[in-house]
């Protein structure tokens, strides 16, 4: 009976608000507390808003960049070809946990029917959807998503010159399994991987933050050894297409406390506060980017146009123009997320759908959280200045679904999980260790006799107003474990 109790309280917090895309390559899939693996973190979804640049750069700011995937694991990139990620709100909705038990089309684990307009089964506030808090109207205004890719092996390494995009999903984030298009002439990875970065700009509804995520990546089935250009800061170019910058572009950095790379204002087409975005309004086409390699130039608009990159002197050479063809050893595990979801809330034996997501933030000015005294490289600094609360996105019909060849081995779902590593009976079969600390992270199983003890999230930099929603939030959540 108190097992039922003790998982019953811990899933109450399975979900919470925004976004991160899951995948066994990303860094802090296990969660941010060192010799823990946490099946219900959402350590990787927590907004980046006005942070220092050693913060917000690959998500530091909750030590997220300290945790590497196990070693072997890589995000596969087929040249010409595909890959899928699964958008979700917190690991405990994927198929990385409870042997996808709890995972549905959607990115919360719930079940919404309705159109691409008419999102039903959903929470709305002001016209927004905010459970799952998809920070959108409805799917064609979704902002769209983005990766990006440096041809360096160590995160630490990685500067903003490094970081080109390479395709961009329209109209997402949207549902939980996303599929990303990958251009036919990307060239091999140095024999260590790449690193890649999944990067978001909400459309409005909430705080204007921004979201940065690190993976290992890998470029398979390459035939071209032709490296990629250096990429240009993107520039607001709705209304004039003439304008946009062309050939290999950067992520976009905006409102933070430094390293901003562009800037808007004013109302875009629609009539909403202008906000950047990876779509049509900042010059990304939808799916593989095939205009970044060396010999597509990218040039910046004329002086005329409302922005232009700040170039910085960097200490560190750009590896992006130089890329290792390499027969690599480090093979890419395989990996395969749930390709048919839930069509119910799961039923399955001592297990519990998840719960209400945590209240959203609203778009409110707050002081942002102190620097982590360990600090990975930083991208060039920029003197651009924050702006408005973020707009609308163009109308564009979403990705066909992908296919999968295996399904994932996650975690059972009657599984009770300790966080007391230390525990006689939590004896792992292998292990992961967080850079820069000595720390083991078990990954196997804890035996059914332990009890599940639900993460709490870590503070993020929002208003005062989300900090209370939280808080309360967190308060509700021990009621119900007491």
């Known amino acids: 009976m108190w097992t039922i109790a003790w998982l019953v309280a811990a899933l109450a917090g399975l979900t919470s608000a925004h976004l991160a895309a899951w995948h066994p390559s990303m860094y802090c899939l296990n969660g941010t507390t060192p010799g823990q693996v946490n099946y219900n973190t959402d350590d990787a979804v927590l907004p980046l808003w006005m942070l220092s640049q050693s913060d917000y750069w690959f998500h530091h700011s909750n030590g997220c960049d300290q945790f590497p995937p196990a070693e072997g694991d890589f995000l596969e990139l087929p040249a010409g070809g595909s890959f899928t990620v699964e958008i979700a709100d917190n690991r ?8 996808g038990t709890h995972a549905t089309e959607w990115t919360d684990g719930q079940n919404h029917t309705g159109s691409t307009d008419v999102l039903l089964d959903a929470a709305i506030s002001d016209g927004c959807i905010t459970s799952p808090n998809i920070h959108t109207q409805n799917e064609t205004m979704a902002s769209g998503t983005a990766f990006a890719i440096a041809y360096k092996s160590e995160l630490s390494d990685v500067t903003l010159e490094d970081l080109v995009v390479f395709t961009v ?5 949207w549902k939980r399994l996303t599929t990303y298009d990958v251009p036919a002439a990307m060239p091999a990875c140095p024999s260590g991987g ?15 933050n921004i979201y940065m995520e690190g993976f290992k990546c890998m470029v398979t089935n390459a035939t071209s050894t032709t490296s990629l250009g250096t990429p240009s800061a993107p520039v607001w170019c709705e209304e004039d297409q003439s304008q946009c910058v062309q050939g290999p572009k950067q992520i976009m950095i905006w409102n933070q406390l430094e390293g901003n790379n562009i800037e808007v204002s004013g109302l875009d087409l629609s009539g909403m506060a202008k906000s950047p975005a990876y779509n049509t309004k900042c010059g990304f086409n939808d799916g593989a980017q ?40 480090a093979t890419p595990s395989t990996y395969s997320p749930t ?22 933030c609203s778009a409110s000015p707050s002081t942002p959280s102190p620097s982590s005294p360990s600090s990975p490289s930083s991208p060039p600094s920029s003197d651009s200045t924050p702006s408005s609360p973020p707009p609308s996105s163009d109308s564009t019909p979403s990705p066909p679904p992908p296919s999968f060849n295996s399904a994932p081995s996650p975690p059972p779902p009657s599984t009770l ?22 720390s083991v992270i078990p990954l196997t199983t804890p035996p059914s006799n332990t009890a599940i003890v639900a993460s709490t999230p870590s503070p993020s930099t929002g208003s005062p107003t989300c900090k209370r929603k939280r808080m309360a939030h967190k308060r509700k959540r021990r009621s119900i474990s007491h």
């Open 290 to 329: 095939n205009d970044i390699f060396a010999s597509n130039t990218s040039s910046t608009p004329s002086a005329s146009s409302p922005l232009t990159a700040v170039q910085t002197t960097q200490t560190t050479p750009t590896a992006s123009s130089t890329p290792v063809i390499s027969n690599t050893s």
């Open 194 to 208: 790449c690193i890649c970065a999944w990067v978001w700009i909400p459309n409005g509804c909430g705080e204007p």
């Open 169 to 173: 999903r329209y109209n997402t984030p």
């Open 339 to 360: 390709t048919t979801p839930n069509s119910s809330s799961p039923t399955a034996p001592n297990s519990v759908p998840p719960s209400t997501p945590a209240p959203s």
């Open 92 to 99: 405990g909705v994927t198929s990385l946990s409870y042997n």
């Open 417 to 438: 999980i300790s966080t007391n590593p230390s525990s006689p009976s939590d004896t792992p079969s292998s292990s992961r260790t967080p850079t820069s600390m000595g």
